[in-house]
């Protein structure tokens, strides 16, 4: 059975920093893409972030772009958020999912196997 595990949530005053990790059991998730969304109370998923099966292409919303990485350790079965600069309006549950289906990488549409989410808040 595949499951997908995120963990490192938590309450970080805004600039602080997290790092979220989105780990795999079940298969090896080295020849699939894997990405980041996020949700706020009252708003959709959103695409955060994606990195393709090899990690040589990462992907990135506008909203998150030269303060998020995405990265992923094969060995480890784990896909990896690091965020920097964290502001409010990043608090939201995020979650990862594995890309099941050709596409874009920020249609949520194409990806399954979500995990259950780890909750990110970004004080003032």
């Known amino acids: 059975q595949v499951q997908l595990v995120e963990s490192g949530g938590g309450l970080v005053q805004a600039g602080g920093s997290l790092k979220l990790s989105c780990a795999a059991s079940g298969l090896p998730v080295n020849n699939y893409a894997i990405a980041w969304f996020r949700q706020a109370p009252g708003k959709e998923r959103e695409y955060v972030s994606a990195?393709?099966?090899?990690?040589?292409?990462?992907y990135y919303s506008d909203s998150v772009k030269g303060r998020f990485t995405i990265s992923r350790d094969d060995i480890k079965n784990t896909v990896y958020l690091q965020m920097s600069t964290l502001i409010p309006v990043d608090t939201a549950v995020y979650y990862c999912?594995?890309?099941?289906?050709?596409?874009?990488?920020?249609?949520?549409?194409?990806?399954?196997?979500w995990g259950q989410g780890t909750q990110v808040t970004v004080s003032s």
């Open positions: 999912a594995l890309k099941l289906a050709s596409g874009n990488f920020y249609s949520a549409d194409d990806y399954g196997h």
């Open positions: 990195i393709n099966w090899s990690g040589s292409n990462r």
